[in-house]
């Protein structure tokens, strides 16, 4: 879905199921699929009003403005770019409109929706939030803001030391085009991958991999999706939109501007935010080391581990 204006224009998802046949690559076909077979509730953060479409059951405060489209004075931030039960399982997509987001412009915008989106895949597989609790890194926080919150130890000079130098690694074999060259780093890079985790505790492992498994990868499925929608013909309505920018522009510089992110990544600044192109940069190596690692990827809930071990 996009959404210039609510009560004006959105694509709804039968316009975006067109873009299903038009992705050449068997995978994220099949990828986009799930993704339009998964809830996808969004409530869209304008200046004064929320607006609420694909919930199956609009909560209380909420009077229908149209079909499928339910609105109620504003209660969120307007900036907020975020996937969580906020009413309740399903998990609801609540982002403000593009301008008023990091995004900033529509195309940016609507490929971070996918991202927000992957969140709701990871979120309806049935295992999924009681794998979350089994975890134990809660301690007793009900509300899901140590996800956010967690005291990883970043600024341990040990720690980021250690992370710029697997993040060099992970770079080189990323970009590497020679294939004997690229087997070596590869094998190299797993190797200190090991290393690395093995140097944290028990909590601060089990808190990487999540974050990883969960932002990294969703940042991953931005690439790919700005890239099968580069195949993409959009509606004359979504062209006419005054920031339109070519999906095939956008596609072409969204994974350089991942690697250029986490090339200048520094772990005690950045902190959490550093494994969203971290996980995305492994979900690129992954695909040259075991093409069919997406297909394991949600019977290992919460950690690419596994991956790496082959």
Known sequence: MIFGRPTERHLSRRTASNCVPRASNPPMRLLITFLLRTPAPLLLVTPDTEFLTHHAEPPRGFE???DDLYARPRQFPTNLLATFPAFGPPSVIVIGEPRNTTSKTSTPWLITLMH??????QNAQPRYFQTVQDLGLSHGDS?????????FPYEQSEVAESFASLRSLLLSAVNETDKEKFAKLGKQYVLERKKFFARLSSDDQKYLGFQLWQEGIARYTEIKAAEAAAQYQPTAEYAALSDFEPFTTYAAKVKTETLNEL???DL??????AVYSFGAAEGLLLDRLDSKWKDGYFEHLLSTDSFFEK
């Open 64 to 66: 229908k403005t149209g």
């Open 116 to 121: 927000e989106h992957f969140h709701q895949l």
């Open 143 to 151: 509300t899901g803001m140590w996800m956010l919150n967690y005291p």
């Open 263 to 265: 090339r200048q990544a």
């Open 268 to 273: 005690a600044k950045m902190k959490r935010l």
